[in-house]
């Protein structure tokens, strides 16, 4: 054998191993491929995690903004379930709010007492697969209103 061709075997060999190796063959997925498949799926999992991010803004916004102070030491947000619209590229989200009751003063020695209601979060797809949460609300828009957010969705 010559050099010519042993350096053309040793050029050869590795991509033979590379082209015959295991998931690698032509319609097969690589873990890249479904990694990205399992992002663009926006579940209630990963709907729960933006709204803990999103929820915490807004209770710090509306303690300072109304005076808010909520009875329990752990009020939460929760995502009941998501409705996806694939045409749109658009989610939204049933949210119940648990341990959410509060204390607000009104005007003059008045204070209000309640829950939270039932509230919404909005979700946008990109053409990336990413998701990010855009609007995060309680339904009580007379008082609270709702929340502009840009929170990616993780």
Known sequence: MTT?????????????????SPGSSPGSESSATKSKAQTTVLTTQRAQAA??????????AIQQ?????????NPRAVVQGV????????????????????????PGVVSYDGQLPPGQAEFKKYTDG??????FGTGFISSFGDMTTNIEVR
């Open 4 to 20: 010519r061709s042993t350096l053309l075997l040793g050029l050869v060999t590795p991509l033979l191993l590379v082209s015959c």
């Open 51 to 60: 709204v803990d991010v999103a929820f915490a803004h807004f209770k710090q």
């Open 65 to 73: 903004k109304f005076n808010v102070q909520f009875l329990s030491t």
């Open 83 to 106: 409705r996806e619209d694939p045409s749109q590229n658009l989610a939204e989200a049933d949210i119940v709010f648990v341990n959410a009751q509060y204390k607000m003063p009104g």
């Open 130 to 135: 990413r998701w990010v949460l855009t609007k």
